[in-house]
């Protein structure tokens, strides 16, 4: 690690979070944009999203310390060895999620910034405080957040809420529960150990493997609306018909017994793909 990433209050923010986010962020924006790029604005609204996910990032830490002294993966983080108190800590965050919301609501507009209050909202209180530990439809609460990037992006150009930006909505909800029930494949046994209700510990594999499927089917529905809409044209429809088929023959091959988490991290894997790839696409191939 270096002197940077050792840093707690870099540590935080969740830089991997913050930076996955911002991908869905520029492909909703450029989607809105349709080639004419207001450059500050773009850059506006970046980092606007970023204050705000780092803020969301913060609390979560505050709120989860108990649960991650629980977990191996996540025994060394500043909340948990005392490196940064909770009440700095909850300031921290809130200045963080707060200039981001003042920035966007000032450059990328109301509705923009409604949206993204939308998502911190829900990520810090009903997924955070209550869901995640307490039941497995935790993920299915905490989409709703996660699908709210990319329509931030959009609004911050367009100004409304549209076909468009519901399609986005619901392709980013839906992409959220294969990859969060990979990760929580992968991490079965910390999650156990700290008592968190995830899918596949309630439930088991078996069903786990199910959800996957039924929802990487539906995300590929939701992905090609875009194109049909008329949103995106024949490259996109074609990669996202790609992307939708590869994850989903994935998920359809396998686990046995013991490739159970090698199985959950080529889905994992392979979510990122999908969300890279179809982001580029819907930048570059708008109608």
């Given amino acids: 690690m270096t002197a940077l990433s050792r840093n707690p209050y870099l540590r935080l923010v969740k830089p991997g979070i913050v930076g996955g986010n911002l991908v869905s962020v520029a492909g909703g924006f450029l989607l809105g944009a349709r080639g004419a790029v207001d450059l500050s604005l773009f850059v506006a609204t970046l980092l606007g999203v970023a204050l705000v996910v780092a803020g969301g990032c913060v609390v979560n830490n505050v709120i989860d310390r108990d649960i991650d002294a629980r977990m191996a993966r996540t025994a060394t983080r500043p909340m948990v060895t005392g490196a940064v108190g909770v009440p700095t800590a909850t300031v921290y965050g809130g ?156 998920a359809a091959t396998g686990p046995t017994a013991t490739t159970e988490r090698s199985w959950a991290k080529r889905i994992f894997l392979a979510s990122l793909g999908c969300l890279l790839a179809l982001c580029v696409l819907m930048a570059v191939d708008f109608r």
Avoid at 97 to 114: K, N
Avoid at 145 to 167: M, Q
Avoid at 177 to 185: M, Q, R, T
């Fill in 95 to 250: 200045a963080l999620a707060g200039s981001g919301l003042l920035l966007l609501a000032l450059i990328a507009g109301p509705l923009a910034a409604t949206v993204a209050a939308f998502g911190l909202v829900i990520y810090v209180g009903p997924y955070s405080l209550w869901f995640k530990r307490r039941s497995p439809i935790s993920v299915l609460v905490g989409s709703l957040a996660g699908a709210t990037p990319p329509v931030i992006g959009y609004c911050a150009v367009t100004g409304r809420l549209d076909a468009a930006a519901a399609i986005l909505f619901l392709m980013f909800a839906l992409w959220q529960i294969p990859h969060s029930d990979a990760i929580a494949v992968m991490r079965r046994h910390d999650y156990a150990a700290a008592g968190v209700p995830t899918y596949p510990f309630r439930h088991g594999i078996a069903a786990t493997k199910q959800r996957m499927l039924v929802s990487i089917g539906a995300f590929g529905a939701a992905s090609v609306a875009l194109p049909f809409a008329g949103f995106t044209g024949l490259a996109y429809l074609c990669t996202a018909v790609a992307c939708a088929g590869y994850w989903l023959h994935l």
